[in-house]
């Protein structure tokens, strides 16, 4: 079965029963990203301790057709419920990838190197630490990976 990469790289909290979604900010005046209902991504300025983010909702339609039922065997429903599973995963990284083109351009700490060294590396978990985030995750473009590789002896981690 195929894992969602959004559930993966996002810190996921389900609700619980007249529970009000709610995220506590730990840095004041910073830009959030929200999706919403259509669901389209709106960027807004954060300045109070707790942002409210609105509800969106993931659609999938699960076709069977009579054919289907009659000449499939019994594991047709589990088959079918995979089948939704990985449609409501494959929208939810189509909505992790639209935010994080959207929040691309936002402004952070720049870092300047020549080289992407275990030492870089470091420094720039450090900086998302220090903003009280944990770092758990990294995601790399495919030129930094090929830096990486490409560095020498001394500088590759074991």
């Known amino acids: 079965m195929r894992e969602g990469f959004a559930r993966k790289t996002l810190l996921i909290k389900p609700l619980g029963k007249g529970e009000t979604g709610r995220l506590r900010v730990r840095k004041k005046d910073v830009v959030a990203f929200f999706v919403t209902a259509n669901p389209n991504v709106i960027a807004s300025q954060v300045r109070q301790f707790y942002v409210y983010p609105p509800d969106f909702y993931l659609i999938g339609r699960i076709m069977i057709e009579d054919k289907e039922i009659e000449q499939a065997s019994g594991d047709l429903l589990d088959d079918k419920y995979q089948d939704g599973l990985e449609q409501m995963l494959v929208r939810e990284d189509n ?34 630490a220090r903003w009280g985030i944990p770092v758990t995750t990294a995601i790399l473009a495919f030129d930094l990976w090929n830096d990486r590789c ?3 002896a001394s500088d590759r981690v074991n």
């Not at 351009?105 to 978990?125: A, G, H, I, K, Q």
């Open 150 to 152: 490409g560095s020498t």
């Open 95 to 128: 909505v992790w990838l639209t935010l994080a083109r959207q929040a691309a351009p936002t402004d952070n700490d720049l870092f300047f190197f020549n080289t992407f060294t275990p030492t870089v590396f470091s420094e720039m978990r450090t900086q998302v």
